[in-house]
């Protein structure tokens, strides 16, 4: 049976509990941004997550100005995504916790000889502090922690599929030999448009949202990004993993 070269993972609520705590970090400079470019809207973190899980907060900027109609320049963002970076890497330093069963399929991919890599959207720095706060980093060596923010020139987002087409070049594989695993609308389109095998993990969803809002991700991940499985539990990973493996 064909054998995955790379499992490529992505990091906010796929790897770790971070997305929450990121959108708590950066709800209130979202608000500043708009009050201080005279819109009169504001964000809630449950309705900033509902419109923008997913992106980084460059994107996230570019999506306010294109949604509520004002122009910021890439000075003015640049100095925000900086700010974010800060407040975000800080709060996840202190607080996040791996998504249930993590560590342990980790360790398992690790015994059996699967080599790792973390494709994210959100800026290396947040990613790294994630990972090192769960106790996972040592499954990923430094230069192989891919972000759409900060690896590429310029910085992109998923649902552009640049990141991957990049992470694959640099290890030297081809996209179609990975599999990915990702829990948002966007970083699974990402993973579709670059042809890699994605499996959805949806029960991050159940953790915070609901079992309603996770059947709902489930059936969005299989019909619009086109999961070849759809994992509940990462427990289930290698049983899902042989069954992606099948069709490589």
């Known amino acids: 049976m064909p054998r995955a070269k790379y499992i490529l993972l992505d990091c906010d609520n796929t790897l770790c509990l971070s997305e929450r705590l990121a959108f708590e970090a950066c709800t209130d400079l979202t608000n500043e941004v708009l009050e201080k470019w005279g819109r009169p809207e504001r964000y809630t973190v449950e309705q900033l997550l509902e419109d923008f899980v997913g ?38 330093s202190e607080k996040c916790q791996p998504c249930p069963g993590v560590p342990e399929q980790l360790e398992a991919l690790k015994q059996a000889g699967y080599p790792m890599s973390v494709v994210s959207t959100s800026a290396k720095p947040r990613v790294v502090a994630s990972i090192k706060k769960v106790g996972i980093d040592h499954y990923f060596p430094d230069e192989h922690v891919y972000s759409a923010a900060t690896s590429l020139t310029p910085p992109s987002s998923k649902p552009d599929p640049a990141i991957y087409n990049y992470a694959c070049k640099q290890l030297g594989v081809k996209n179609e030999e990975c599999v990915t695993v990702e829990d948002s609308k966007s970083g699974a389109t990402a993973a579709m448009r670059a042809g890699i095998p994605l499996i959805g993990y949806v029960g991050v969803y159940g953790i915070e949202e609901g079992k309603e809002k996770m059947e709902e991700m489930a059936k969005l991940l299989t019909e619009q990004c086109h999961a070849k499985a759809i994992m509940y539990d990462w427990k289930e990973f290698p049983e899902l993993l042989k069954k992606v493996e099948e069709g490589l």
């Open 55 to 92: 992106h980084n907060f460059r994107g996230m900027l570019n999506g306010l100005q294109k949604k509520h109609g004002f122009t910021m320049t890439d000075g003015d963002v640049d100095a925000y995504v900086d700010r974010e970076l800060g407040a975000v890497t800080a709060k996840l």
